[in-house]
């Protein structure tokens, strides 16, 4: 026996949803309908709604012919979603769960329910069109897209990614880095999204190399950054790459361009002043040496080991006798050396690189206690590469041969660095050469590279 659930009237007329009962045998009318299903339909009354065919109601005829179909066969249906059309002739959704009811002598009626379900099909359109529009943009932008979980393991990616790995989309879900690039490579990319997990910071444009399925290194630029859920807590990271290789390219031709143009001041200098060449040559293998100590990119080791060859060359402006002078020099000859700094700055200061190369070399003479040339600056002020060129500087002239004095030796050069580490010279550069030299036997290690 089907239960049966009775309700008063005046509270049917307060209900929030339409109710209706309608007789399909003998004769097809309206038995009920209350006052919400006939608002929702643009009726005047129930009265009036009454005195439609429940049928016309239908937007679609084949709409109502399968809603009926169903009805026989099965003897109830629920939240059949169909378009309506209400008196004024306006569409909407409905939503109607009914059942057939055959009573003795042959009569047969509907009843059910019928929700106005317009603004919840106006906001699934709406989703489903962001959603098209988000995966079109996914789909179409030539850059490689990642979601990552919080155990780095891929949740999805963008086609561009996947054409990359040579997988569907969907293959590609649940790996990890580790599955698509050399051990030592993808540990560096893990180790980033785990500092944006951790520290909920993104990584903006950082520019690296990677290895792709060819076998052929390309550069790329990555932004990384932390993905929320709905009560702030981070779930996981997104990634955007974007291959860079062609770009690059014509910045190094660019940049050979420019570092051709050097060589050839470099190899003048050589001509008049062979020591001075050689030493920069030693200088920039150092402080290669330690920019690569210090993890650097390529970009920047070109940077240091570009200052290296050149930080000396404004000395091809002071009289070689003053160069080459045994013993002490006088305040004013000591004076005209020193400005080989600024002269070599006025040299390259208008040439455009991608690293601070007119800047190092001005201050490859300061110390960090304040008591270098030509500014005086103290530890803060003096970038980074210049502390290591003044560093590396120090150990080449010390180590090496002279035409005014014999070398003074490694030791002697150490001693010098421990004595000024932490005062003239930066500590942490001082280790890295203490380091490099126990590395290679306790040898320089810039001879014969
Ligand atoms: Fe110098
Ligand atoms: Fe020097």
Redesign the pocket.
Known sequence: MKDTFYINLSTADHLGIGLFKYALVPEEKFLFANSTLAQMLAYFSKKELKNDKFADLFFAYKDKEEFLSILKRDGSIKFFETLFKDKTGKKLWVAITASRVAEEGNSEYVEGIIENISKHKEMEEKLALEKDFLQSLLDNIPDAIYFKDRNNRIVKVNKFYAQGAGLDPDQIVGKTDFDFFPWDQAQKMVDDDNYVLNTGKPIIGKIERTILRNGTWNQVITTKMPMYDRSGNIIGTMGVTRDMTAYANLERERLEMLINGLTVLAKALEMRDPY?FT??RN?AIIAEKIGRALGWDENRILGIRLAGEL??LGKISIPLDILNKPGKLSDLEYELVKEHVSRCYDLIKDMKFPFSLAETIYQ?HERIDGSGYPRGLSMDKVILEARILAVS?VL??MTSHRPYREALGLDKALEELKQGSGTKYDSKIVEAIFSLIDGNDKKPFWINN
Do not use: A, L, P, Q
């Open positions: 001075t030493h920069n200088v930080h000396d490859h500087d080449e002239s």
